[in-house]
């Protein structure tokens, strides 16, 4: 298996939050939360992240956005900031793509 840890916790071998499930998208918890809900958003299949995207994948990225609508209704969010880090120098720790989406009180402004 690949040394993604994204990977492993698709695959089940890294337990993981989850708190949404299609056949190409899941969605977890953040093991270290940046707001009151701080949840992420994948594709199942490993793309590295947006700047990535092969011209068929943008299905699935459109995939992954309409989860993330679907989470925010889920969850009941009454608004909410989605962000998706690319690159070392766009802050990109985890090289499979992901989308944050974070609520809750205080988020802090631009
Ligand atoms: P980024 O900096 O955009 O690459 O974000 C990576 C995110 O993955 C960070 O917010 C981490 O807290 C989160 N993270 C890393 N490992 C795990 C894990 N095993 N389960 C859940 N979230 C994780
Ligand atoms: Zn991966």
Redesign the pocket.
Known sequence: MSDC?FCK?VAGV?P?TTVFEDDQVLA?????P?AET?I?VIPKQHIVNLASVQAHEWPLVQQVLQSIKRIAEQENLAGYRV???NGEQG????FHM?W?ILAGKNLPGF
């Open positions: 840890i916790i890294i993981n977890f918890r953040d093991i270290d940046k701080h992420l962000i998706t880090n802050g990109q720790e985890v992901h944050h």
